[in-house]
């Protein structure tokens, strides 16, 4: 690893396609034990005794990973102070290590910050449990480890920022890791504090930068992913940004590498969602399937009310969300009858729920309208299907005879009708254009 960049601010940008997500839902499958560390699914709410962030929530779902230490079998490496410890652990391959440059990628993961275990566990030089590293390495264009992208982090305090942020977590963005190769608390690396406990995102964007690599460094706020607030050297609040850019030549970087806490000296640290953007081949997108049907199905003009139910089964691998309902007609159905949205729906299992909707007209009309059903993975990558149902108005159209105005059978009247007091139609007597002839029946011949 080789400290040759520049730390500036910048923006972000994001690359549709997910190609790896572990969200310890299920497993740890794609992290891996390595060194002193080892990963732990854990449930929501996992307690340890008091020690780092017992007892708090996962970032999302009901269960995280937490990041086991092994403190015998640390090591000591030298350094300019004396020597020092070093804790490797774990780390995942995103799926598989990618040689293309495709245009850029991001990758990230959520780490919970307990602010209370930084206040009580004050950093030095001989610290043993108080630094992380997370670097997100990239690949050169044959396939081979270029450089590593670092988030370096350490509680306080800042020895160069005395009285700042003293009970907080100190985070700066480099190339190097290790108590030996790199701190959280160097001035050229731009240092900014954490002060708040809560789960944050740290994520990695590789962007070109006319012809050379830039790579942001953001933490996010979970939930949401709006920019953390940091506090930097001098006190201010600012966004938890930085850039590294200068360090290499697109026409010279391929695609992932790893994600590795190259050092990880605290036991029970708190992981979720681990994921990456626009590298190696796109993860499935979750899938449904939908219908929608109406009772009555028709009903006689001029309408009136019909019940609607929708359908809406996973056929994907994992858990989705529901995080959309929409009818092109009746709209937004969250909310609407039983139809709420923001639910899980697991794999092969089916959401239902019903609401009412008004239809009227004229007979022989019929309205068709279609339901969208959206879905959201772990991984935030989203599907949908769309189902429909036709509703029709019944009764006979009459064309009304010019003397006929009421008439409930339409087609017993005749121009010369009338009718009567019944709402029936009957003959309207004849009167003959010729005068009355004694004996013959006034109604005609």
Not at 202 to 227: E, I
Not at 401 to 419: I, L
Request: proline share 6%; aromatic share 10%.
């Amino acid at each position: 690893m080789i400290a040759t960049a520049s730390v500036v601010a910048g923006g972000s940008t994001a690359f549709a396609a997910v190609t790896f997500f572990q969200g310890f839902e299920t497993d740890t499958a794609g992290w891996f034990d390595f060194g002193a560390g080892t990963v732990v699914r854990t449930p929501s709410g996992y307690t340890n005794g008091g020690g780092y962030a017992s007892g708090v929530a996962s970032a999302t779902g009901n269960f995280h990973a937490r990041l086991k230490v092994q403190h015998d079998l640390c090591t000591q490496e030298p350094a300019g102070g004396g020597p020092v410890n070093q804790c490797t652990g774990p780390y995942t391959q995103w799926g598989g290590y990618n040689t293309t440059w495709s245009g850029g990628y991001t990758t990230q993961v959520d780490i919970y910050l307990d602010t209370a275990y930084a206040a009580s566990h004050p950093d030095s030089y001989t610290g043993t449990q108080t630094r992380f590293d997370w670097s997100s390495a990239i690949n050169n264009a044959a396939g081979t480890h270029l450089r590593d992208f670092v988030f370096n982090v350490g509680t306080g305090p800042n020895p160069n920022a005395p009285g700042v942020c003293a009970g907080g977590f100190w985070i700066a963005a480099s190339t190097n890791a290790t108590r030996s190769g790199a701190e959280p608390y160097n001035p050229g690396n731009d240092p900014k504090c954490v002060a708040t406990s809560g789960w944050y995102t740290f994520k990695h964007t590789f962007r070109n930068a006319a012809g050379s690599l830039a790579v942001d460094f953001d933490l996010l706020n979970v939930p949401g992913g709006g920019a953390a607030t940091c506090v930097n050297a001098a006190g201010a609040a600012v966004p938890c940004h930085w850039t590294i850019s200068g360090t290499d030549l697109i026409s010279a970087v391929g695609c992932n590498r790893y994600g590795w806490f190259v050092n990880q000296e605290i036991d029970d640290l708190a992981i979720d969602n681990s994921s990456m953007e626009g590298c190696g081949t796109p993860l499935p997108v979750p899938t449904i399937t939908v219908t929608k049907t109406a009772s009555p199905t028709s009903m006689p003009a001029p309408g009136g009310t019909f019940a609607f139910t929708i359908n809406v089964t996973n056929t994907s691998a994992g858990t989705v969300t529901l995080s959309g309902l929409v009818d092109d007609v009746y709209g937004n159905l969250n909310g609407n009858g039983t139809c709420a949205t923001g639910g899980s729906i697991a794999a092969a299992s089916s959401y239902n729920c019903s609401f009412n909707g008004s239809f009227t007209g004229t007979p022989n009309q019929s309205q068709t309208d279609t339901v969208t059903a959206t879905v959201t993975d772990a991984a935030g990558s989203t599907g949908s299907a769309a189902a429909s149902a036709t509703v029709t108005l019944t009764g006979k159209t009459c064309h009304k005879p010019h003397k006929c105005n009421k008439c409930d059978d339409c087609h017993k009247c005749r121009p010369a009708d009338t009718e009567s007091t019944a709402g029936r139609c009957r003959w309207k007597p004849w009167t003959p254009w010729f005068p009355w002839i004694p004996g013959v029946p006034a109604h005609g011949l």
